[in-house]
């Protein structure tokens, strides 16, 4: 059973930035992918960005440029790097890792965006 620590969230001014981890243990690391999702209070999670077990990304539009995903197998941890924050994006951030016979969520990490 894969366990996934989330780390990294806080309180950031506008503008400002953020980096969160995702490490997880239990499990190997590479043989997953992964993504980070965010949930914002009275909306649905919905997906920010992913990261194949190639190491491909995709993210959202609403971040494409702002974000990055990036993944450390050596270290198994998964990173999402977040650039000029917005106050819309206020939520609690989760990472996700999945493959054909399983799917495990770390437990959230909250980012607030506000001066």
């Known amino acids: 059973q894969a366990q996934l620590v989330v780390s990294g969230g806080g309180l950031v001014q506008p503008g400002g930035s953020l980096r969160l981890s995702c490490a997880a243990s239990g499990t190997r690391f590479s043989f997953y992918d992964m993504g980070w999702y965010r949930q914002a209070p009275g909306k649905q999670r919905e997906l920010v960005a992913r990261?194949?077990?190639?190491?491909?990304?995709n993210c959202a539009d609403s971040v494409k440029g702002r974000f990055t995903i990036s993944r450390d197998n050596a270290n198994n941890t998964m990173y999402l790097q977040m650039n000029s924050l917005k106050p819309e994006e206020t939520a609690r951030y989760y990472c996700?890792?999945?493959?054909?016979?399983?799917?495990?969520w770390g437990q959230g990490t909250q980012v607030t965006v506000s001066s």
């Open positions: 996700n890792i999945r493959s054909v016979n399983n799917d495990f």
């Open positions: 990261i194949s077990r190639g190491g491909g990304t």
